[in-house]
C-alpha cells in the first residue's frame, strides 16, 4: 500500500492505497480508492466511484460524494456534500456538511449540517438527445 498524491483531473483507474487530493484544478474520480481518500487545501473532489476507507475534507477541501464510501465520511474544516452511499458515518467536527434527502447512510449523521448545498457542483445535466439532420432518414442513411 502506498500514498498517491493527485494534482487534479480524471482519477479513473483502481488504486491501492490512500490518495491525497492537492492541487487547483477539480478533480473527477470514477474509479476505485482501496484506502483512504483525503481532500486537503483549496482542492475539489467529485468522488462518483468507490472509495473503500474513509473520505477526510480538510480545512478548505470540497468534496461531493454521488459514489460509495465504504467507512466515514468527515469534514474536519471543509466542506462535503453527500448524495450517494455511505457505509459508516457523517462527521462534521469542523466545516459544513449538506447531507441530500435522497442519500443512504447506514451509520449516523454527527454534528450540525447546513439545509441547502453550498458547493458550486451541480448534478450533471441530463444529456439533449441527438436529432437527425434534414434529409436523413432514422438509420442516419439518405
Known amino acids: ?44 473532489c467529485e468522488l462518483t466511484g468507490m472509495v473503500s476507507g474513509s473520505v477526510l475534507s480538510e480545512p478548505t477541501g470540497k468534496v461531493v460524494v454521488r459514489g460509495l464510501v465504504g467507512k466515514d465520511v468527515k469534514a474536519i474544516g471543509g466542506d462535503v456534500e453527500v448524495y450517494g452511499y455511505v457505509v459508516g458515518d457523517v462527521i462534521c467536527e469542523s466545516g459544513r456538511v449538506y447531507v441530500d434527502a435522497k442519500c443512504l447512510i447506514r451509520g449516523q449523521v454527527r454534528g450540525t449540517t447546513v439545509p441547502a448545498p453550498m458547493i458550486a457542483a451541480a448534478p450533471p445535466a441530463p444529456s439533449a438527445p441527438v436529432r437527425p439532420t434534414a434529409g436523413a432518414d432514422a438509420h442516419g442513411s439518405n
Open 1 to 44: 500500500m502506498g500514498v498517491r498524491i493527485f494534482r487534479g483531473g480524471e482519477l479513473d483507474e483502481k488504486f491501492v492505497g490512500s490518495v491525497v487530493v492537492l492541487g487547483p484544478r477539480p478533480t473527477h474520480m470514477p474509479g476505485l480508492i482501496r484506502g483512504d481518500l483525503f481532500v486537503r487545501e483549496k482542492s475539489f
